[in-house]
C-alpha cells in the first residue's frame, strides 16, 4: 500500500496541470541543483526536481549567467524551477518569460531565504511579513503562469522568528489567490540550518489548507519521510542537504512512498562510481573546465565518514580532470563499507540561531507601505 498517493499540482485554468506520480521533491539549492545534480538524482528516483534559484529581475534584464543556468536535463520528465523577486511586476514579466521562452512546466516560489543581505532589505524570509507585498508577488506568479496553465507553488519558513509567525497567514493568502502546493519548511529564518526542525506547524498548515502542503526540514534517511508523513498529513517531502553526496536517498525515498521500507548502504566502490557519474554529466552540460571544479566540492560530501585521511581527501578536493579521479579512487578500497554512524546526521550547512537582518522598523507594521524594497532580489541560495 503507498504510504502516499500522486501528487496534483492544479493551475487555475487547468486542474489537471502536473501530476507527480512520486510526491518526494529535490529542493531548490544554490551551486548544488544544476542539470547535472537534478538528472542524477531524476536517475535515483526523485519525483520533482527543482532548478537551483533563479531572480526575476537577473531574468527580466537578460542577465547571460542567470539564463545559462536555465539548462534542462535530458531526463527532466517537468522542467522545475524556482524563482525569486520582492517586485510583482518583475515576477509577471519573470515567470512569464520562463514559461514561454523555457517550456517551465512548474514554477516555484521562495520566501524563505534566511541570508541577511536579502532579509535587510525586506525580502526573502523577511517578505511574508508584509501581507500585502506577499500578496502582490504570489498573485502576480499565478496570472502570470495561468496563461500558460503552469501551475505555481510557494516555500516558506514558520516565521521570521518565534515572536513573528508568517506561515498561517502565508498559507491562507497563497491558497485564495490560486498558489497550487505550499512547502513549509519547518524552521524560522532566524533559525537559519540549525537545531532541529520544527514539524508541528506542518501539521497545522495541512489542517488549515484545503491545497496540497509539502514538508521540508531534516529528512536525512527515508525512515524520516515515513515520519513526518505519519506526524503530519503532509502531501510530500521535499529534500535539501539530505541528498547532498547521497542522492540514492530518493532510491530509499521512492520506496517508502510505495510502501517499501529500503535502507541503501552503498560500499566506497559504489559510491566513487556514482559520483563518477555525477562528474561526468557535470562535463556534458559545463565542459571540463567548469565541470570539474564545481564538482569539487562534492566530493567531499560523497567522501564524508570513509577513513581516507586528510590528504586524499585534500587530492579529491583539487581533481580537475576525470582521469585525475580515476587515479585517485584506484588507491581506495573498494569494498570499504558505508560508515553506518553517519546514519540520521545533519550534513550541508548548520548554523546557530541569530538575529534576522531587517530594514529598519519592519516588524512595526504588516504593510509594506513606506518602504523601499529596491535591491532585494540579490541572487542567492534557494533557503
Keep these: 500500500m503507498n504510504l502516499l498517493p500522486p501528487l496534483k499540482l492544479s493551475a487555475p485554468s487547468n486542474p489537471d496541470a502536473l501530476v507527480v506520480n512520486t510526491p518526494v521533491i529535490l529542493a531548490p539549492m544554490a551551486g548544488v541543483t544544476n542539470a547535472a545534480f537534478r538528472q542524477l538524482c531524476a536517475e535515483q528516483g526523485a519525483g520533482l526536481y527543482v532548478c537551483e534559484m533563479i531572480t526575476a529581475r537577473g531574468l527580466v534584464m537578460g542577465d547571460w549567467k542567470t539564463a ?3 539548462t534542462f536535463a535530458d531526463n527532466e520528465v517537468f522542467r522545475s524551477v524556482q524563482t525569486y523577486g520582492a517586485d510583482p511586476e518583475s515576477i509577471y514579466v519573470a515567470v512569464g518569460i520562463l514559461c514561454e521562452s523555457f517550456n517551465v512546466s512548474h514554477i516555484d516560489l521562495n520566501f524563505g531565504c534566511p541570508v541577511p543581505k536579502v532579509t ?10 508584509k501581507l500585502d507585498l506577499m500578496r502582490a508577488v504570489l498573485k502576480a506568479a499565478v496570472d502570470s503562469a495561468d496563461r500558460y496553465g503552469v501551475p505555481v507553488t510557494a516555500k516558506t519558513r514558520i516565521g521570521i522568528d518565534q515572536n513573528h509567525i508568517t506561515y498561517r497567514d502565508f498559507g491562507q493568502i497563497a491558497q485564495d489567490v490560486g498558489i497550487a502546493a505550499v512547502c513549509l519548511h519547518g524552521r524560522t529564518v532566524s533559525e537559519y540550518y540549525g537545531g532541529h526542525a520544527n514539524w508541528e506547524p506542518i ?3 495541512v489542517e488549515l489548507l ?4 509539502i514538508g521540508n526540514g531534516d529528512i536525512w534517511e527515508a525512515s524520516d519521510a515515513v515520519e513526518m508523513v505519519k506526524q503530519t498529513n503532509c502531501a510530500g517531502v521535499e529534500v535539501g542537504r539530505g541528498c547532498l553526496g547521497r542522492p540514492w536517498i530518493f532510491r530509499d525515498l521512492a520506496d517508502a512512498m510505495a510502501g517499501k521500507q529500503t535502507l541503501t548502504l552503498p560500499n566506497l566502490g559504489q559510491i566513487a562510481a556514482l559520483a563518477r557519474r555525477h562528474a561526468q554529466l557535470l562535463i556534458k552540460y559545463r565542459g571540463e573546465q567548469h565541470g570539474m571544479p564545481d564538482f569539487r566540492k562534492h566530493t567531499a560530501w560523497y567522501f564524508k565518514g570513509f577513513p581516507i585521511g586528510g590528504e586524499m581527501r585534500h587530492a579529491f578536493g583539487m581533481v580537475s580532470t ?4 580515476d587515479d585517485l579512487v584506484s588507491q581506495l578500497d573498494p569494498q570499504m563499507e558505508f560508515p553506518e554512524k553517519l546514519l540520521g546526521k545533519a550534513r550541508g550547512r548548520t548554523g546557530r540561531a541569530k538575529r534576522v537582518a531587517l530594514p529598519d522598523g519592519w516588524l512595526e507594521t504588516r504593510s509594506v507601505e513606506g518602504f523601499d524594497m529596491g535591491g532585494a532580489e540579490e541572487h542567492v541560495d534557494g533557503g
Excluded at 484545503?210 to 502542503?213: E, G, K, L
Design 68 to 70: 545559462d543556468m536555465l
Design 120 to 129: 535587510r532589505k525586506g525580502g526573502g524570509g523577511a517578505l511574508p511579513w
Design 203 to 205: 501539521a497545522d498548515l
Design 210 to 213: 484545503d491545497i496540497p502542503v
Design 322 to 325: 576525470l582521469d585525475e579521479y
